[in-house]
């Protein structure tokens, strides 16, 4: 005879329990300070084998905790062809860790780990959604912040109860929020006619009727930035499409950032804006008339706030001023743009604290992170 309070883990089975898995967070987390869901249907493209690029180079399983037939908690277990290609220990992912109960953790990453050791995985890293292309971390720091699009929210008891179970701390990422203001511009002063004394640098935006081949750009460009950086896994030609598809309702050219050199694309960022500037008083589940007013703040193009969520530049310029001076001539131009766009402020998000140039860069216009992310590690091989 089981315990009342005990906790069972089972895999997610059919299409109703996928569903309580990708809306379980705003059923648990509903009426905590600062939390504001996101919307069901974002995270079904996200979670849905079918709609997510992920599935083209991985696979999954999810899982969800039970105690008294109540869902208290869920977890993934993933694994990425692409991270199998890379040197160093076989290894795995954990993601979508959500709970509001310390003692679900330790059975929820059990199950998780269970799973990849099946699979002859020798580390476990997490938490990813799917990968490191999605949602990354644990929130350790800025619960009490807005929200952004793409940044997870958790709630303090559950960086700690990962640490309990077993796992170590890997590495931070910080985000960092940039003002839209006269005096940002001012602390990220250029030197006059920089641009044309490092090699006629020009800057352009995104091209509506060459969507495709800009996208393509991004991706190299990004890819071969990051390549051999800690965790990092590389972006497929259908995951950058798919990106920009699901942007197209509200996507503008000013939001693409591209740097060439001499003609030559040699460094990009690319800006969303806030889904949640305009989803976040409507919950996870609109009603009709809600998706009404949702389409017109998207017609309206209502934001407040956007997010840089890919930025990069090219590994050839390593050691040169260019490289230097690059990512603080694609912060200036985001920030002409600025007077432009509607936003009045812009995170630079998930910066690897080890990353110390991006950072020392950044943090001339915005002193201090003002969230915090951890990702942990296991080895399963001792």
């Known amino acids: 005879m089981s315990s009342p309070t005990q906790i069972t883990v089972t895999p997610v089975s059919g299409s109703r329990q996928l569903s309580l898995f990708i809306k379980l967070p705003r059923l648990l987390y509903d ?24 599935f083209e180079h991985g696979f999954a399983c999810y899982f969800l905790a039970w105690r008294n037939g109540k869902p208290i908690g869920r977890i993934s277990a993933q694994i990425d062809a692409l991270a199998l290609k890379q040197p160093g220990p076989r290894t795995g992912f954990f993601g979508a860790l959500d709970t509001l109960e310390p003692e679900c953790v330790a059975p929820l990453l059990e199950a998780a780990t269970q799973w990849l050791k099946l699979r002859k995985v020798e580390r476990i890293r997490g938490p990813w959604t799917l990968n490191s292309n999605g949602e990354s971390g644990i929130m350790v720091e800025g619960q009490d912040e807005p929200p952004m699009i793409g940044i997870p929210w958790h709630p303090k008891i559950l960086g700690p109860a990962v640490e309990a179970a077993g796992f170590k701390r890997a590495v931070d990422l910080l985000s960092y929020r940039m003002e839209t203001s006269p005096s940002a ?19 352009r935006g995104l091209r509506k009727d060459k969507v495709n081949e800009d996208a393509e750009i991004l991706r190299e460009i990004y890819n071969d930035a990051w390549s051999d950086t800690w965790g990092n896994i590389p972006l497929t030609q259908d995951e950058v499409k798919s ?40 919950g996870g589940a609109p009603s009709p008339l809600g998706w009404l007013k949702l389409a017109s703040r998207v017609v309206s193009h209502d934001f407040r706030s956007a997010r840089v969520v890919l930025l990069g530049v090219r590994k050839k310029y390593l050691g040169t001023a260019l490289r230097a001076m690059l990512p603080a001539l694609i912060i200036d131009e985001l920030m002409k743009r600025g007077h432009v766009l509607p936003y009045r402020s812009i995170e630079l998000g998930w910066v690897l604290e080890t990353h110390e140039g991006l950072r020392k860069l950044i943090e001339r216009i915005s002193p201090t992170p003002y969230k915090r992310h951890r990702m942990y590690e296991k080895l399963l091989t001792d």
């Open 185 to 203: 511009e001012r602390a990220n002063q250029i030197p006059a006619n920089i641009r044309q004394r490092l090699g006629a640098i020009t800057m």
């Open 243 to 282: 990106l920009l598809k699901a942007l197209k309702p509200i996507l503008r050219p000013e939001q693409y950032v591209l740097a060439e050199v001499a003609g030559e694309p040699a460094a990009i960022a690319l800006v969303i804006p806030n889904m949640f500037d305009i989803s976040g008083d409507l």
């Open 31 to 54: 009426g905590l300070p600062s939390y504001v869901p996101p919307l069901d249907m974002e995270q079904r493209d996200i979670f849905s084998p079918t709609h997510a690029p992920f």
